[in-house]
């Protein structure tokens, strides 16, 4: 497709299991963000990947998230013994080369996580 | 702190009648203000950058501007079509390229 897809679109979850997000970067895109859209709230940044460079974890709230890139490719979102307060839209954005600066991310539709 | 404040939460419209939307910030050095359209159920999608005072662009019917502590998008003679949450966003000197500091949006309905 031509857009950042993102998978599952919806997760519901029980307090404490693991749950893994899967986001497809547009091809050729080399930076991809994560960012999270709680109920009533902005988007909060959570972590940043440009090319081969360290990523930039520093809006992960715990250590129970964590994220992996393979390449300039897909990316997993992994959240450890889920909370409730975890419960939010994760969404995924990518950029090309030299566009970082500009602002311009093209996210995709998010995951919806709920967590019982 | 970098900071984003939108105001109004929300903003009924007649379509054709003109508005703008608020967006305050503060931020250690600005590199940057965005402004984004946001649908439900759907992810954010980019409308300008901003990177000085005194800078304008300008789409169909938006017009962003910026000065030193806030932005202003200007939606003249909207049309139902322009209902959706528009957010703002800045990038600071503090924070890498990805981090965005996001506001929580304006909630704007344009009825016929």
């Known amino acids: 497709g031509a857009g950042v897809s993102q998978s599952p679109s919806n997760k519901v979850t029980e307090k404490g299991k693991d749950v893994e997000l899967r986001c497809d970067p547009i091809s050729g895109h080399t930076a991809l963000y994560w960012y999270r859209q709680r109920l009533g709230q902005g988007l909060e940044f959570l972590i940043y990947?440009?090319?081969?460079?360290?990523?930039?974890k520093s809006g992960l709230p715990s250590d129970r998230f964590s994220a992996e890139r393979t390449g300039e490719s897909v990316s997993t979102l992994t959240i450890q013994r889920t909370q409730q307060e975890d419960s939010a839209v994760y969404l995924c954005?990518?950029?090309?080369?030299?566009?970082?600066?500009?602002?311009?991310?093209?996210f995709g539709e998010g995951s919806r996580l709920t967590v019982l | 702190e970098d900071q984003v404040t939108q105001s109004p939460e929300a903003l009924r419209l007649q379509e054709g009648e003109s508005s703008s939307l608020n967006c305050s910030y503060t931020v250690s050095g600005l590199r940057g203000l965005f402004w984004y359209r946001q649908d439900p159920g759907k992810g954010p999608e980019f409308l300008f950058t901003l990177y000085s005072a005194g800078e304008e662009k300008e789409k169909e019917r938006l017009k962003a501007t910026l000065t030193k502590k806030e932005s202003f998008l200007h939606i003249t003679a909207p049309k139902p079509e322009d209902s959706a949450t528009y957010l703002c966003?800045?990038?600071?000197?503090?924070?890498?390229?990805?981090?965005?500091?996001f506001g929580k949006g304006t909630k704007l309905s344009v009825k016929p």
């Open positions: 990947f440009q090319g081969n460079s360290a990523p930039d």
């Open positions: 966003a800045v990038r600071g000197y503090g924070g890498s390229q990805g981090n965005l500091i």
């Open positions: 954005a990518s950029s090309p080369r030299g566009r970082s600066n500009t602002g311009e991310l093209f």
